[in-house]
């Protein structure tokens, strides 16, 4: 507002409709700038983004997007044209990954190529693209790690491969139990001495261990480890057989590995490394020895026993250890 004392000067001066016009022009607010247009639907809503496709059908590539319940809607525009809506970065995310798998070249016939998603239900999504890739090699894949799915792009006998693959590695992890037997013996002796006091399960595996020369076996220890299918597990464990022992009184046994067990069958798989060393506690400063070490992969049944090592424990005194394990699982 101009002031009083202003008005009648610039009146005195001939100069009030000049500045009456002036003042009606400052009294209005300056217009905004013109708003940039947006690709938003409503300030604050999705974005919406229009997908031209290379070869793939769109109604296909709509289907296959509904089947993944993705955080976005979808809509066909023409043959190969789709509008996706939805939060930016998750729509990037389906252009780069899984719309790129499906828009490759097809051909026709019974060769054509068509996208499938084929869920993961317990297989770590992580490992399995190598996997299955192995036997589809000119399929497109694209691994969703947060809907654990697969799509894939391919023909029928690609598909089809890999859901058999799948069949075979995608089951619930099941919990195990190993059970390590360490039993001692002796090396050679007459007949009478080849007495074999052990309970009764392991009375096959005493008559392998007899046959082969050892003798007076009797069980240190039976170990048994939980563990869960797949995972890898270890563990240390020390055995104190008294001074009374012919060889080493004094063993250690260190273990690591991985079982895996089939699907609704009794086969299983063991892969581990071991080492055991032993001294004579009763002699002073005296060294730890290796007994033995393995790196082995057995397959055998639920409940069997199996004998992964069996060495003396001392060449002077012909004592021995032998170790036995089975596996169980809950």
Same mark, same amino acid.
């Given at each position: 507002?101009i002031?009083v004392?202003?008005?009648?000067f ?11 016009v002036r003042?009606?022009f400052?009294q209005?607010?300056?217009?905004p ?23 793939a ?9 509904k089947?993944l319940d ?6 066909v ?8 809506r939805g939060d930016?970065?998750e729509?990037?995310k389906?252009?780069?990954?899984l719309?790129?798998?499906?828009d490759?070249?097809?051909v026709t016939?019974?060769?054509a ?9 317990h297989y770590?999504i992580?490992?399995?693209?190598g996997l299955?890739?192995?036997?589809a ?12 799915t697969?799509?894939?792009d391919?023909t029928e006998e690609?598909?089809?491969?890999i ?7 995608d ?6 139990k ?5 039993l #001692?013996a002796?090396?050679?002796?007459t ?10 399960d392991l009375?096959?595996?005493a008559?392998?261990?007899?046959h082969?020369?050892f ?10 480890i939980?563990?869960?299918e797949?995972?890898r597990?270890?563990s ?15 063993l250690?046994f260190?273990v690591e ?5 089939a699907?609704?069958?009794?086969d ?6 071991? #080492?055991?060393?032993g001294?004579?506690?009763r ?6 020895e ?6 082995t992969s057995?397959?055998t049944k639920?409940g069997?026993y199996v004998?992964l090592?069996?060495?003396p424990?001392s060449?002077?005194?012909g ?5 036995v394990? #089975?596996?169980?699982?809950?």
């Amino acid at each position: 507002m101009i002031p009083v004392n202003r008005i009648v000067f610039a009146a005195a001066m001939g100069l009030l409709p000049h500045l009456l016009v002036r003042a009606c022009f400052a009294q209005e607010p300056p217009k905004p700038a013109a708003t940039p247009p947006t690709n938003r639907a409503e300030a604050g809503g999705p974005t919406l983004k229009v997908v031209t496709l290379k070869h793939a059908d769109a109604h296909s590539v709509d289907a296959t997007l509904k089947q993944l319940d993705v955080p976005l809607s979808s809509s066909v525009t023409g043959p190969q044209t789709i509008v996706l809506r939805g939060d930016p970065p998750e729509i990037q995310k389906v252009i780069d990954t899984l719309i790129a798998a499906v828009d490759v070249p097809g051909v026709t016939g019974k060769s054509a190529r068509s996208p499938e998603v084929i869920p993961v239900r317990h297989y770590p999504i992580k490992e399995v693209g190598g996997l299955v890739r192995s036997v589809a090699q000119r399929a497109s894949l694209a691994i969703d790690e947060t809907r654990h799915t697969i799509v894939v792009d391919g023909t029928e006998e690609e598909r089809r491969a890999i859901r058999e693959v799948l069949k075979q590695i995608d089951w619930p992890t099941r919990s195990a139990k190993v059970h390590f037997f360490f039993l #001692r013996a002796g090396i050679g002796g007459t007949a009478s001495e080849k007495e074999t006091p052990l309970p009764p399960d392991l009375q096959p595996i005493a008559k392998t261990l007899v046959h082969n020369g050892f003798a007076r076996l009797s069980l240190i220890a039976p170990i048994v480890i939980g563990v869960e299918e797949g995972q890898r597990f270890e563990s240390k464990t020390r055995l104190h057989l008294g001074e009374e022992a012919a060889g080493h009184d004094d063993l250690q046994f260190s273990v690591e590995g991985v079982v895996r067990l089939a699907s609704g069958a009794d086969d299983a798989w063991l892969t581990l490394r071991g #080492r055991m060393v032993g001294k004579y506690s009763r002699i002073k400063d005296a060294e730890a020895e290796t007994v033995f070490e393995l790196e082995t992969s057995v397959a055998t049944k639920l409940g069997n026993y199996v004998i992964l090592a069996a060495a003396p424990s001392s060449t002077a005194s012909g004592d021995a250890v032998a170790l036995v394990v #089975r596996l169980t699982a809950e």
